[in-house]
């Protein structure tokens, strides 16, 4: 039963990636939960941390559902730019 529950992991893991993206502009709390709350929205997406004082979002995604360009046009839905700072 632990194998399959470690094969498991290990086979999400595979589609599985993270990535930080910049977004300069951001200025308060609320340009924050707009670029979170948009990028959550996207298919794919499993996890969002979007950080005002550093302004950048940390992401992790199923890679066979989405990929980062789809990641960075639901940014620009908030009127923001984001850019790729660790693929």
């Known amino acids: 039963m632990k194998f399959l529950?470690?094969?498991f992991i290990f086979a999400v893991s595979?589609?599985?990636k993270e990535v930080v993206i910049e977004v300069k502009q951001m200025h308060c709390p609320l340009c924050t939960s707009m670029v979170k709350k948009a990028i959550k929205n996207v298919?794919?997406?499993t996890k969002v941390k979007v950080k005002l004082q550093d302004k950048k979002a940390v992401i992790n995604f199923d890679e066979s559902?989405?990929?980062i360009a789809?990641?960075?046009e639901?940014?620009?839905t908030t009127s923001y730019v984001g850019e790729v700072v660790k693929p």
């Open 5 to 7: 529950l470690i094969l």
């Open 74 to 76: 639901a940014i620009k």
């Open 65 to 67: 559902k989405t990929n």
């Open 14 to 16: 595979l589609f599985s």
């Open 43 to 45: 298919e794919g997406v």
């Open 70 to 72: 789809t990641i960075l």
